[in-house]
Structure formats: C-alpha cells, structure tokens
C-alpha cells in the first residue's frame, strides 16, 4: 500500500474476547482495499485504552467480553470521542441488544453470521451514511415489540445489573464502575423497583435470561 493509499484508508480498531474470531476478520479485511485494521483488543478496558491511543476512524467490537463489556465500552467511546464511528458484532438478534447498543453510540449493528460481502459494506455505509443495520436486525426494528431492558433501565444500571448477576459486591461495583458505594445501592434499589424483583437471586435469572451475562 503506497503512502497515499495509506493515508486515505478507513482505520479500524477491532474488539472480540475470541482470537480465532478477531483473526478471521482481520483476514476478510485484508482483501477490502481501503481498510486498515490498526489494532485487535479482547476486552472493553483494552478497547478504550486503543481507541484513547490511536484514534481509529471505526471502532468494529462485539458484546459480550471479560470485564468492561462492549457496550460499556461504546458508551464511553462515544462520550470521550464523538467522531469514532461504532459498529456492534454480535449474535445476538434481539431488539433488545440493537436499542441498547444504538442508545451507547453505536451507529451500526452487524450480525456474525452475515455473509463474509455485509462486513465490506457495513463498514462503507457507516463512513458513507453514518450508520447500516444487517437486514434481519432493520426488519425488526419495524416491528412493534415489548417493553425491552433498555426501555426500562439506563445504560448505568444495565452495567450495575450485569455486575451484580456476576457476584460482585456494591464495593467492587463501585471500584469497577468509578462510583460510589452509596450510588451503586441506589442503582440496585431502583432496578429492583422498576423491574419488580425481589432480590440477587432475581436479577441474575434476569440478567440471565436477557443475556446481560452468560448462564
């Protein structure tokens, strides 16, 4: 790739806790011209601390990972760096996860069983138009649906759920969160309320069963 290319390519940083994964769409990428995949990161923390670092054009992650999940990573990403683009991988295909991610910053959402062709353009019509959708997800964002998670819960408490079904303790919450202890209780009180559950055991089948965690 000659000077000029390099400096016109779309730069992206690539997020997924499974290697095999990263490695199979930094290869698919390789044949895009235009496209550069700067750097690979398996967890949010790690993702923040390259996007902070390079400053990608596109910022491709998925959901579920170690620690600070994906979501929570767009969320910051997208308050400290306005202008990264933000695309969500995921297999999960519920309204749920595509409003969650949308209301974090992301402006696409692709799905990892689309054909290897939907990533070149997913990635074209994020720089392009700003946002791409896979056409099962758009379809059901047309559909009238139920009340969803993130209908019900801020992103904050969505991320305090997630930790409490994961056994973490309102001071590890807070220390993970950069809250304090006090805050986190009246997340955990207020999660309760608005979705009717009585206590830890409840929201982790919740968050189970919504696939904040894995079971």
């Known amino acids: 790739m000659n000077q000029v290319a ?17 490695s199979a ?17 398996c967890n949010g923390d790690e993702l923040v601390s390259v996007v902070e670092h390079l400053q990608p054009d596109l910022v491709m992650t998925d959901i579920t990972m170690p620690g600070m999940d994906g979501l929570a990573a767009v969320a910051h990403i997208h308050r400290r760096w306005p202008q990264v683009r933000l695309v969500v991988l995921s297999m999960h295909d519920t309204v749920d996860f595509v409003k969650r991610a949308v209301a974090s910053g992301a402006c696409g959402y692709l799905m990892k069983n689309a054909p290897s062709s939907e990533l070149h353009q997913a990635i074209r019509s994020v720089m392009a138009s700003g946002s791409y959708f896979s056409p099962s997800i758009a379809q059901q964002l047309l559909r009238p649906s139920e009340p969803t998670v993130a209908d019900q819960l801020t992103q904050r408490q969505i991320e305090v759920l997630s930790r409490i079904a994961r056994g973490r303790s309102s001071k590890e919450i807070a220390f993970e969160l950069g809250l304090s202890s006090k805050t986190v209780d009246v997340h955990r009180a207020r999660i309760m309320q608005r979705l009717e559950l009585r206590d830890v055991a409840s929201m982790t089948r919740y968050a189970v069963r919504n696939g904040l965690v894995k079971a």
């Open 25 to 41: 769409i930094v290869a698919l990428l390789s044949f895009v011209e235009g496209v550069e995949v700067i750097a690979e990161a």
């Open 6 to 22: 390099a400096r016109e390519a779309i730069r992206v940083v690539l997020a997924d806790d499974h290697e095999l994964v990263r």
